[in-house]
């Protein structure tokens, strides 16, 4: 529908409506989340991360620790953004993802001395740390502004954060095309810009809720997929052609005129908006005023007095209620969830498996280049899973919330299958063969991405909601802890241990300041096969809170927690 513009003066309303309205904030938010993905790219420059920097496997994994940690450590962003606006979380969010990947840039291409370990571990956190004041500042936004579609607008965030590792990696490789230190720089500056940006519009909006809500984030569904298929198709047939830097940059213009493509789904709506205004004006009635006989309002007696006792009794502490468990569903406190069986059960189970994909993922450099990949090729790989963990979280989140409503189908169930479908990816790159690493980018990017709105889910049905921020991070907190066992411990132990073996076998010796090197399919079997069995043992551990909690999912269990994804 074409707006009815009376003149300059409308135009410059309309435009101002449209700036300040609701649907332009979730747009902005898309943006921003788009590019706040920059975590999940590491696997590109990670190799010239530890060449430039003479880093052994372990070093580098080490750094990889401290990216997850940042990312997904977000209590200050939370306590900042109870006591300040949104701009001010985006601010600090913006300053902190320049400086820390800036200094790297700085770092890894000689541009300031080498720097020791622990300052390169502080920068990555830094930097990686402003993914959550993203995630805090846009995406809790929305979710106020939109209380009642609140599951939607979790799934549509998380969706393209997921799917911005792909987007980056495209607009990289139509800047710097296999200069992946460009691509640090590149993080470093389009999330602070895009953020500083939209600082203005992220704010909370008390609105009342339309009638077309729900449709409205269904066509901002369909685009974001149309998107991602578009990234995809890319992605095969730069491939099977293989594609040059200025082949890359054509396709550039499609990927940002589809990201925009919601845009066009804001101008709609306020354009209705706009147009049913002006004729609510124009076919307005003359107002009848009618004078009505004052009521009669009936004494009441005055309301008893009931005496307070004067020492009234105290409440119980909460340190002597957290072994007090409420039932299923009902809110618990922050201790009392910390200290169940069920929360201890979800967190090794989310160690275990989270822990095991993102250690994939944050190796797919290092993986690619033993098995003889080039560095196209190592992109590749990333851009897969940052598709399928988008296609992850938003068919985990809709699905199990379909298969819960209508047939009761538990949702710990669902993770369960994911954490064994898992086991398939890790396994093709413990056994590799030609192409298999791509067959494994696809299963572990979409069970990685699977398993948060699933884990966050869980959480808010079993322990309520009253306390939810505080349990959704710390259901965050196993990611870092999986990753520094996984990914630290074993990954970057065994393959430095292999890569030693191999230099000993051609009688030679590492020199201080040069990368550690292995080559062959062996470089990772063994701690993949590791891997494996860890997610078993995690797969099991999850089966034992479906058998907890199958009476609790028979139930509605919506009736005191209220829907959340």
Known sequence: MVPEIGGAGDLGRLAWQIYRSRWFMVFASFLIMAAAGGTYI?????TDLKRSLGYDQTTLNLLSFFKDLGANVGVLSGLINEVTPPWVVLCIGAGMNFAGYFMIWLAITGKIAKPEVWQMCLYICIGANSQAFANTGALVTCVKNFPESRGMVLGLLKGFVGLSGAIITQIYLSIYGDDSRGLVLLIAFLPAIISMLFVHTIRIIKVIRVKNEIKVFY??????????????????VQKVVGFNQTQDSRSLPVVILLLFSPLAVVLKEEFDTWNAKKKALNNSCPVKISVEKPAVIESQPPPMLVPVPSNPEKQPSCWYTMFNHPKRGDDYTILQALVSVDMLILFLATICGVGGTLTAIDNLGQIGSSLGYSKRGISTFVSLVSIWNYLGRVVAGFTSEILLTRYQFPRPLMLTFTLLVSCIGHLLIAFAFPGSVYIASVIIGFCFGAQWPLLFAIISEIFGLKYYSTLYNFGS????????ILNVRVAGHLYDKEATKQMSALGLTRKHGEDLTCHGVHCFRLAFIIITAVTVFGTLISFILVWRTREFYKTDIYKSTGKLL
């Open 477 to 484: 907190v196993a990611s870092p802890i999986g990753s520094y």
């Open 42 to 46: 590491f696997g590109i420059y990670s």
């Open 219 to 236: 066509r901002f569904l369909y685009m974001s997929l149309g998107l991602a298929g578009f990234l995809m198709v890319m992605i095969i």
